[in-house]
């Protein structure tokens, strides 16, 4: 035991002479051999440790921040040998993993294809193809719900067990991430023929940070936090997860920790969700009632905030619009097509500004006819709080002739 404890000590004070190195101006190849001789038996939580005592004596975050990317790079080769992570069906880590995936196929088999295609494309459907891009990049926004979980769900733990420095670094490239991926949407979206090869240029950098995150997420972070956290902390995190909603994926299963005497506080929602009643103006309700009533209704509805976040919709059984969770969390303008979302934005603006209270709409589709209301909704005083979309199949009730009462 005390060989192992010395072994470890000596990786974590070489481990600290190859990072300080790195920041003072070192290359990875002159570090790598030094690295190369301690990486035998490495623990992927010992290189955000280290980092966070360098950061407890005193190094800058944002330093941390700068050369995250070089300190993986130094380190890949001994932590792609250590063996896959896994974890139970619908554990948080498990779903984690499952969006990654989705991930780097819709960046592998449908981004980088398009890219390709600009890159060839005469300027004459150089503005087609870069409407498609557009399409997906509003897909690949979903990583923000994925980082959010990260950062509000799991790094709150983490910072419990006093390990702050590398969520600190990790919460930094999300945000540069999202940032690029702003970037490279606005750069498609109002897409100019002499910003082609600055798009394509913007899009290989943020699909090479993400691909670079997903890396740090399976071989450093999420071992780590597994090492960490305790059940009842996952499920806690897994409990709050729907209200920030998925990435691309919609969890298959539910998982639950293997004791059976689970913290009470934990099932029954210690951080709000109450499993309780819940008291209305004009009546009370069980959360199951709630919950039956909205599948039960005639219509589909669909919530969103005053931020533009789509936070509910109904689960009734023949919705005429078909909904997943993947939609929740999501904003509202990447829930529709880059031609109509001007149009979404518009009634959101006169919504808010109170110009209107709602907006209708209704189409054709095979042999319904869909009629589409967006309420403006409003709190006690006045204040804008989001928007509701009802949507019901007219047709029948068109079809109504005459009287049919009760008693009939």
Known sequence: MSELINNREHRHKVLKEIILELHQGKSVQ??????????????????????QGLMDEGLPVEEVQRLCDVHAEVFRDALEKNPELSADPGHPVEIFMSENQALMTLMDKEIKPILDKLQQATETVEQSVALQLTEKLNLLWDVDKHYRRKEDLIFPFLEKYEITGPPKVMWGVDDKIRNLLKEAKGLSANYQPLQKQQLISKMEETLAQIEEMIFKEEKIFLPMAMETLSEDEWYQALM??????????????????????????VINGANGHSVGNVKFDTGVLSSEEIDLIFRHLPVDITFVDRNGIVKFFSAAKDRIFPRTRTVIGRKVENCHPPASAHVVEKIVEDFKSGKKDHEDFWIKMGEKYVYIRYHAVRDKVGNFAGVLEVTQDIK???????????MD
């Not at 002159?30 to 980092?51: C, H, Q, T, Y």
């Not at 709050?240 to 506080?265: A, F, H």
């Not at 029948?396 to 009760?406: T, V, W, Y």
């Open 30 to 51: 002159e570090v790598k051999r030094k690295f190369n001789e301690i990486a035998k038996g490495m623990d992927p939580a010992e290189l955000s440790l280290v980092e």
């Open 240 to 265: 709050d997860s729907d209200e920030i909603g998925y990435c691309l994926i919609e969890p298959k299963q539910s998982w639950k920790p293997y004791r059976e005497d689970i913290n009470k506080d």
């Open 396 to 406: 029948p009730i068109q079809a109504i002739s005459g009287e049919k009462r009760i």
